[in-house]
């Protein structure tokens, strides 16, 4: 006999009398197993409570998102009318800056300004040549202006042109 006849016949010798009998019956297909119904719907179950449990946290996480952004909302909306009122106060308070007769006041009370009489009043002008690239106002010579259509042009003496 061969060595490898040897290995297989020598264990077998070694088995009690009741296993002598015993053979490893292989399957081909696993429909052999009979599972009872209980087990069959395990994995069923298990998927539909962790579908069902997803579900309802994903409804509970909206409705917090959903609430978290209606309380900002409400302070932005607080924020806007605070803005709001206070952009009316100050439309109000330049409105009333803006009153000629509460600068003339403030002139004459707060500056110490007095009106003058324009017949009496004598103008002195600076006799200075701008240089070319400064961006100063210039006065245009008489000869330049387009008087077409103007009534009158009124000077420092209340006289017309």
């Not at 009998?21 to 292989?26: A, F, G, I, P, T």
């Not at 395990?42 to 579908?51: D, E, K």
């Not at 959903?66 to 909306?77: H, N, P, V």
């Not at 010579?141 to 077409?148: A, F, G, K, N, V």
Request: no cysteine; proline share 4%.
């Amino acid at each position: 006999m061969s060595a490898r006849a040897q290995s297989r016949v020598a264990p077998e010798r070694a088995r009690r009398p009741q296993e002598r009998n015993l053979k490893v019956v292989r399957r081909k297909s696993r429909s052999l197993i009979q599972r009872g119904a209980a087990r069959r719907m395990t994995p069923l179950m298990l998927g539909g409570v962790v579908l069902v449990v997803l579900l309802i946290s994903t409804v509970l996480l909206e409705q917090v998102l959903m609430a978290q952004s209606a309380f900002k909302l409400e302070d932005i909306r607080a924020q806007t009318e605070k803005a709001e009122s206070r952009q009316q106060e100050l439309i109000l308070e330049v409105t009333r800056l803006e009153n000629n007769d509460r600068i003339e006041e403030f002139a004459r009370t707060q500056l110490g300004m007095v009106e003058t009489n324009s017949a009496t009043s004598e103008y002195m002008v600076a006799d200075i040549a701008p240089k070319a690239d400064t961006r100063l106002a210039r006065q245009t010579p008489q000869e330049e202006l387009d008087l077409r259509g103007t009534a009158a042009i009124v000077t420092g003496r209340g006289e017309g042109p």
